[in-house]
Nanobody
């Protein structure tokens, strides 16, 4: 059974940093792409960033480019999202997700971790 477990959320001030973690288990993810999404109150869920497990290639939403960094640790089967220079508009529940690299739909989702940024 595939499990994605996020951690690392919290309440911070604008300008602060956080590091989110997503521990993946239940299968081999070498052929998968891992993504981070977020959903703010009253808004649709939006893509934040992704990383291809096999070669580490990354993608970012324009709103977070230059501030957020996605990375992976193969040995720990963990994906990270480093959030720097946080803004109040980054406040949301952040979700980790996984899809097969050659399929567009994310199949597996974590339970989410709350990030709250106060100005």
């Amino acid at each position: 059974q595939v499990q994605l477990v996020e951690s690392g959320g919290g309440s911070v001030q604008a300008g602060d940093s956080l590091r989110l973690s997503c521990a993946a288990s239940g299968r081999t993810f070498s052929g998968y792409t891992m993504g981070w999404f977020r959903q703010a109150p009253g808004k649709d869920r939006e893509f934040v960033s992704s990383i291809r497990w096999s070669d580490g290639s990354t993608s970012y939403a324009d709103s977070v480019k230059g501030r957020f960094t996605i990375s992976r640790d193969n040995a720990k089967s963990t994906v990270y999202l480093q959030l720097n220079s946080l803004k109040s508009e980054d406040t949301a529940v952040y979700y980790c997700a996984a899809r097969h690299t050659f399929v567009s739909k994310y199949l597996y989702w974590g339970q989410g971790t709350q990030v709250t940024v106060s100005s």
